[in-house]
Each structure stands twice: as structure tokens, then as C-alpha cells.
């Protein structure tokens, strides 16, 4: 059995870069092409088997080119493939993302193969969640999925970690069996209703999302590291400064190394302290799955952080 398991989406992201992102009707140069898998689900995976936990990739892609390299590289990430289906109607997810010079980045996803992750898919890799340490997920595959797959995981008792993204306002009920709930501002806002533009703002709200019922909730903060609401009681884990050259995927690698960290009995503080070294280590390095950084470099960049 999987330690991990992740349910979500796999995507084939192409990637270009450029000095400024268009405006709407507008036309620039860019540089520096590239293909490179991606998707949240298969960020996440990657990154939890990059950082030592032993994950099973559950979901959807196209009888394609992009679907064989897919699957292919989860493998070489370390992640198992055996629940990722072979969709016969619809091609795989891409994502077309445009990223500035100054590492900002523009994003349209089409869902393709992730839009047909079905609560069968889930019944069928039932056994494989119930043996899971945790269940990890998000919202690139379709709402009644994930939270079928939530009431499964709950039932045994299997913590799960969501991360509402892309973000989409949903019941206090909807949220019920989640262990932590990890937004970045703009999820947050959407799930509350309340700005998120400050460390104040997001105490506001993280307390709001804990009352709602979820026992953790971590908001991502980026350069201002996160913050952790757990028992009504905001901690706030600063991050440290890193060139960045691409902010793409570092939520994905944070998810990554808080998971992997809690999976081997660090403590939340801890965790999250982790989990913050493994997104600043992301956004130093062009991509999505290229960037994420593996355990060796997080453990050294995580015990640094401890002097």
C-alpha cells in the first residue's frame, strides 16, 4: 500500500517565457519554449516522492503522446501509475502558461482527460485509499470526485489534505472530513468571502476557515512564508529569501514537503516550517515538475533554517 495517495490532475504544460505578459488583443515576443509535465495532482505526487514518501498518482490521461510521456515521467518521479487511467474520449490536460522575466506567470489550463475523473475511478482505488496514510487532493478534476473521494478517505479514518485550487466557494458542509485545508489568499478569499491581502487579513481568515470545521488550515503567503491555524491559534512560519526565477508549482511543492514531512512524524510547526523550504527551493528553478526540489537539497536548506 501507498503511504500517499494523491488524487487529481495531470497536465502537459507548455511553457514560454516572456519580458511582460500581453494585455488582452496585444502580441509580444517570447523565448525559451519548452513542454513539461505539470498539473496539480502531478506536481504534488512528484513532489512528495522527490521529499521520500512513497505516493500512487490517482487519475486521467488521453490515449496520446502527452498522456504516454505523462505517465512515463511519473515514473521516473517515483510515483506509482497503476490508478492512472487511459481515457479513450477525450486528450489529455495542457496548460499553456505564459511566465515573465521577474518570475510572474499567466496561466490557461484545459482539462481535457482530468475533467473525467469519475467517483468510479475512486470506488475502484478504494482499498488503495483505506491503506493510505493520507489522501491528498485539489480541484483540477470535478467537484463531485473530490468530494466523494473525501468521504471515503473519512470514513477510515484516512487524513486528508485539500487544496481547494483553482479556487471555487463551497459549503462549511463540503469541507467535512478534511484534516487541513492549504490556500494561498486568493483561495482563501474565495472560501470566506473576506480580502486576504495581509498577514493580519489572513489570521482573519485562516480562523474563519478553521470554524467551518477543517482542524489545520495552512495559508501559503509566498515571499511572507505561511501560516498555520491550528486549535483557534495563528503561527506564523516566515520564509527566506530566494532568487526567483519562476513561481510556478511552488504551492505544489510546499503541498509536497508537507505531506512527505508529516508522513515521517514531524510535528505540524515543523512540517510547515519544511514545507515552506521545499516552495522557496521551487521558485528558484524554471517549470513545474523540473523545479521541484528533491529531499537531499530541502533537508540541507530546512536544517539551515534550525541554527
Not at 509566498?222 to 513561481?247: C, F, I
Request: charged letters at 20%; a negative charge; hydrophobic letters at 45%.
Amino acid at each position: 500500500m501507498s503511504d500517499v495517495v494523491v488524487l487529481g490532475s495531470l497536465n502537459m504544460d507548455l511553457v514560454v517565457r516572456t519580458t511582460r505578459i500581453p494585455r488582452p488583443g496585444e502580441t509580444v515576443h517570447g523565448h525559451d519554449f519548452g513542454t513539461v509535465p505539470g498539473g496539480k495532482g502531478a506536481n504534488q505526487a512528484a513532489a512528495a516522492a522527490r521529499l521520500g514518501a512513497h505516493v500512487t498518482m490517482l487519475g486521467r490521461v488521453g490515449q496520446d503522446a502527452f498522456g504516454d510521456a505523462m505517465v512515463e515521467n511519473m515514473l521516473i518521479q517515483g510515483v506509482e501509475t497503476g490508478y492512472i487511467l487511459r481515457d479513450r474520449r477525450e486528450p489529455s490536460g495542457i496548460a499553456l502558461i505564459q511566465i515573465q522575466d521577474d518570475g510572474d506567470n499567466s496561466i490557461v489550463v484545459a482539462p481535457g482527460a482530468n475533467g473525467r475523473v469519475s467517483t468510479e475511478d475512486v470506488d475502484r482505488a478504494v482499498d488503495l485509499i483505506w491503506g493510505a496514510s493520507f489522501l491528498v487532493t485539489q480541484f483540477e478534476v470535478p467537484l463531485p470526485t473530490v468530494h466523494h473521494a473525501i468521504g471515503v478517505a473519512a470514513s477510515k479514518g484516512v487524513p486528508v489534505i485539500l487544496n481547494p485550487a483553482p479556487a471555487y466557494a463551497v459549503d462549511a458542509d463540503w469541507l467535512t472530513g478534511v484534516y487541513c485545508l492549504v490556500v494561498n489568499e486568493t483561495e482563501a478569499e474565495t472560501l470566506t468571502g473576506l480580502p486576504v491581502t495581509s498577514l493580519a487579513e489572513a489570521r482573519t481568515a485562516g480562523i474563519e476557515l478553521q470554524a467551518m470545521g477543517v482542524p489545520v488550515v495552512i495559508v501559503t503567503l509566498g515571499a511572507q512564508g505561511a501560516l498555520l491555524v491550528a486549535d483557534g491559534k495563528p503561527l506564523h512560519v516566515p520564509a527566506r529569501q530566494v532568487d526567483v526565477v519562476d513561481t510556478t508549482a511552488a504551492g505544489d511543492a510546499f503541498i509536497g514537503g508537507l505531506v512527505a514531512s508529516l508522513d515521517r512524524g514531524m510535528d505540524l510547526r515543523d512540517a510547515v516550517h519544511y514545507a515552506t523550504c521545499a516552495g522557496s527551493l521551487a521558485t528558484t528553478v524554471l517549470g513545474a515538475q523540473t523545479s521541484l526540489p528533491d529531499k537531499a537539497a530541502v533537508d540541507a536548506f530546512y536544517r539551515e533554517g534550525q541554527r
